[in-house]
Structure formats: C-alpha cells, structure tokens
C-alpha cells in the first residue's frame, strides 16, 4: 500500500513537470515565440509584473494601440509597453505602459524592438529566470537521485518480504 502511494506521487510529479515543460519550452518553439518576463506592473491588469509573455516577431506594421516588447539600456531591460504614436521619419515608437499616467521617456527605436506579445501566462515568470532555472535544475536532479534511491530500497524490502512469507 506504501508503494503504491509513493508510485502514484512519483507519477504525478513527473506528469506535472512534464507538462510545465511543454508549456514553457516545447509549445514556444513549435509557435516561434520567445518567453519573457514581465519585470514590472506597467501594464496590469494584462500583463502582470512576474508572467511570462511570450513575443513574436514583427511581421506587419506597427499601429498606435499595439503592444510591443522592447529593449532598453543597451539590452540591460526589456519591456512591453503599448504604442502611443508612431513616428515613421525615425522609426520609432512613443510608448506607455495601461497602469501608468505618464509616457515612457524617450523613443523606442526599430531596432530595439523584439516583437509583438503573443500570449502570456501568468505567475510562470521565474521559469525563465536563470538563477531560479539553474536552482530548479539542481532541484530536479537531486530529486530524481532520491527518487531513484527510495524506488530501490522499497523495491528490496518488497522482494525480501515475498521472500519471508514464500519460506
């Protein structure tokens, strides 16, 4: 009895996790987006600060009530915002953020932009973290060695109990 709810929690963990990779890594592939982190609350209720957004590319025109992700300082942040005004002597973009009064400082040039949010999920946002990735990977593996372990020790008694009640 032990071993079976012991089995079924293993089932279940792997299954969860299973399916937490395919939403996080194989679907995005498959749909050629990319998963980004909402580091701030600039644009709740949509988009909230800790989700994850995932981008694609840029293939039409950008209009003025579109949201797009950015890059800013050089890289360093990344940011979706929605498009206020279109400048197209410069290509560039006035933006600003639904939960904020005021426009984002400066222009959000062509070449800064990423893309477009696809959709978003949620609370997921540490899965693309990478501290919180390499944290969850050594999580992982020291969970499938104990896993693996207590699988081969219940696997002994079990064959020692049959053993006991066949003599």
Not at 107 to 134: C, Q, S, W
């Amino acid at each position: 009895m032990k071993n079976k709810k012991i089995t079924t929690v293993y089932a279940v963990s792997i299954f969860l996790l299973f399916l937490l990779s395919i939403l996080t890594i194989v679907i995005p592939k498959i749909m050629d987006v990319m998963p980004y982190v909402i580091s701030d609350s600039e644009m709740a209720p949509e988009y909230n600060q800790g989700g994850l957004v995932f981008v694609k590319d840029v293939t039409e025109p950008i209009h003025v009530g579109d949201t797009i992700t950015y890059y800013e300082n050089q890289g360093k942040a990344i940011k979706t915002r929605r498009v206020l005004a279109v400048d197209h002597n410069i290509d560039g973009y006035f933006v600003k953020g639904d939960n904020s009064d005021k426009a984002e400082m400066g222009l959000v040039h062509e070449r800064n932009l990423i893309g477009r949010p696809h959709f978003y999920l949620p609370y997921i946002g540490f899965l693309a973290d990478t501290k919180a990735m390499n944290l969850l990977k050594s999580s992982l593996f020291i969970a499938a060695i104990l896993m693996t372990l207590s699988t081969l020790i219940f696997q002994t008694e079990l064959k020692q109990k049959l053993r006991q009640q066949a003599e």
